[in-house]
């Protein structure tokens, strides 16, 4: 199913009950706001790694207002999340904390999942389906989450959707987890993208070039990893063809993050030479 048939136009603020902030951002919000730290027992020696939860019916209109110009400033790299939930504070935080570990028994792996920093979010609407997103968020104790950014926002509301049954994780979906770090950050080149769609479409673009740095040419450094992504983006999609660029993932095989050096120090005419070379390969084709 598609997941943008699930989306709305961001539910204004005030709609919500509380706000996530990523205090890695934002470390010091206003005492007035009564912040609390997202974390449980087992989290709590490393605190200052996780987010924020301030409770918007416990701000008074200065708050919300003071709240309200943080979010606006910060489209352009959002850390802010609004939800919203019918849990209590202190079960929210203990809720909240304990999906931050993403498990699934059958494939046996463990996963650091920060699904309230927008732009982790934003891959797991690509990723997870509906279904494994609304029980995602059940399981977090949200019934609906708004992020709001450049292209203005969006809101996925779990009470609009109505989904029977686990939905569990396939080995595929876990391993995808682990790449959008690495999406995302060939994504932050790309600022000028604006719609959903055109980051969707984008994001499987990289995923792919990802998956064939990794299963075809063996890379794993993360480097490397970022470095061949782009060069797809940037050169020519199958870049790899190139018998310059093919000498250089052969001489770099045996040394994690040299592949990416290699690339780095290439200039304008040898970039021009192994574009060349893929368009003449791709024409004998």
């Not at 939860?53 to 489209?75: P, R, W, Y």
């Not at 109505?162 to 994504?187: A, K």
């Amino acid at each position: 199913m598609d997941i943008l048939r699930y989306l709305h136009h961001p539910y204004a603020l005030t709609k919500h009950t509380h706000v996530i902030i990523d205090r890695i951002y934002y470390p010091s919000p206003p005492e007035e706001w009564k912040a609390r730290p997202i974390v449980s027992a087992i989290l709590s020696p490393q605190e200052k790694l996780y987010p924020w939860l301030v409770t918007l019916n416990k701000l008074n209109t200065e708050g919300i207002s003071q709240l309200s110009s943080l979010i606006n400033e910060t489209t352009q790299q959002p850390f802010v999340m609004a939800i919203s939930s019918q849990y209590p504070d202190d079960a929210l935080i203990l809720r909240l904390a304990d999906a931050f570990i993403f498990y699934e028994p059958e494939v046996g792996e463990r996963y650091l999942l920060r699904y309230y920093d927008c732009l982790v979010y934003f891959q797991l609407l690509r990723i997870l389906t509906p279904l494994q997103l609304q029980n995602l968020n059940r399981m977090a104790g949200i019934d609906y989450c708004t992020w709001f950014d450049n292209s203005g926002g969006l809101t996925f509301d779990c009470e609009k959707i109505v989904f029977s049954g686990w939905g569990g994780y396939s080995e595929e979906s876990v391993y995808r987890l682990r790449n959008i770090g690495l999406i995302n950050q060939v994504l932050q080149q790309y600022e000028a993208l604006i719609s959903v769609e055109s980051k969707i479409s984008l994001s499987n673009e990289i995923e792919r070039y990802i998956n064939v740095a990794r299963k075809k040419f063996g890379l794993t450094h993360h480097d490397d990893i970022k470095i061949f992504a782009l060069s797809g983006l940037e050169l020519h999609p199958l870049f790899w063809q190139s018998a310059r660029v093919a000498k250089i993932l052969y001489k770099t095989s045996s040394t994690p993050g040299a592949f990416s050096d290699e690339i780095t120090l290439l200039d304008d005419s040898e970039r021009r030479l192994i574009v060349t070379e893929c368009q003449s390969k791709n024409k004998e084709n």
